[in-house]
């Protein structure tokens, strides 16, 4: 009877992890799917504007929902889950009063499932806000990419991408539609009128990429945004030069699990073989 129910104890603990992580993957995924939600970033990509406030606002409550200070060019924020509706988005100086009259602003609308980056682009005489829609999934066994070209001291780049032409003589201010590439590591060029920048990415089957060429201290820059990583992943976050990088993933607590089955399981045995040692004579 003591080795049935031995065996009874050991099933439910070796049960357990999967039981739990049933719990964790359901929750997590119920989470992914939830309905109404869209994602957005906001992004400065406006070399000679200074820094500044961003505000978004839903058309129904005059209280703001994502206030980011002292925004900087070249900034990208991570991800921000949104009820699906029509917001405001607005940018101040740096410091500004909250109930001053915004330098620019913009609508949008947040489609559940979709999501979209909000980025200042031009010069400071010319600021705009563009609404880009953002690409989830990608065709089997394919990457997406797109350019957005904020380097004002080029005023035109191309790119390419393992000798293929992603796009030719790109203006300032301009944005690209995306496109399919073939799955590699590869060096991506950003050629100017008389500069020029390389980076090693790699475009993994199922991600899809934004590559932003800005203006840095030392020439162009290509910095790489992961817009998704997969067809069935939403969006990840900004890039590591926004607001902490790369939004926060939990980590999976199967390792723990398995770990405490285990401990727990070895404590039972053992403590189930000492009463079944022979008591010594008194």
């Not at 949104?82 to 909250?98: C, E, K, W």
């Not at 980056?117 to 997406?144: F, H, M, N, Y």
């Not at 590699?184 to 020029?196: F, I, R």
């Amino acid at each position: 009877m003591k080795i049935l129910r031995f065996i009874r104890w050991a099933a439910v603990l070796l049960a357990m992890p999967a039981l739990l992580l049933g719990i964790f993957g359901s929750s997590s995924s119920a989470s992914a799917a939830s309905p109404g939600v869209g994602w957005v970033r906001l992004a400065h990509f406006s070399p000679n504007t200074p820094a500044v406030d961003v505000y978004l606002y839903s058309f129904d409550n005059s209280s703001a929902e994502l206030v980011l200070h002292h925004v900087a060019y070249g900034t990208v924020s991570p991800y921000e889950t949104l009820s699906a509706g029509d917001y405001t988005v607005a940018m101040r100086p740096a410091g500004a009063a909250p109930t001053s009259a915004p330098a620019i602003s913009a609508s949008l609308t947040v489609v559940a499932g979709h999501s979209y980056t909000v980025a200042g682009l031009g010069p400071e005489s010319g600021l705009r806000l563009a609404v880009l829609d953002d690409q989830i999934t990608t065709p089997p066994g394919k990457a997406l990419v797109r350019v957005i070209q904020a380097s004002l001291q080029q005023h035109v780049v191309t790119v390419s991408y393992g000798g293929q032409t992603l796009v030719h003589n790109l203006a300032f201010g301009s944005v690209t539609s995306y496109q399919t590439v073939t799955p590699a590591t590869e060096t991506v060029l950003a050629n100017g009128p008389s500069e020029a920048s390389g980076a090693s990415i790699d475009f993994a089957a199922g991600t899809v990429h934004t590559l932003v060429i800005l203006d840095g201290s030392k020439g162009l820059v290509i910095d790489n945004l992961v817009d998704a990583a997969g067809s069935k992943v939403m969006p990840l976050g900004g890039a590591a030069t926004g607001f902490g990088g790369t939004a926060p993933r939990v980590p999976s607590p199967v390792p723990w699990l398995l770990l405490i089955a285990a401990g727990v399981l070895v404590a039972a045995g053992g403590g189930l073989s000492l009463r079944w040692l022979p008591r010594s004579p008194a």
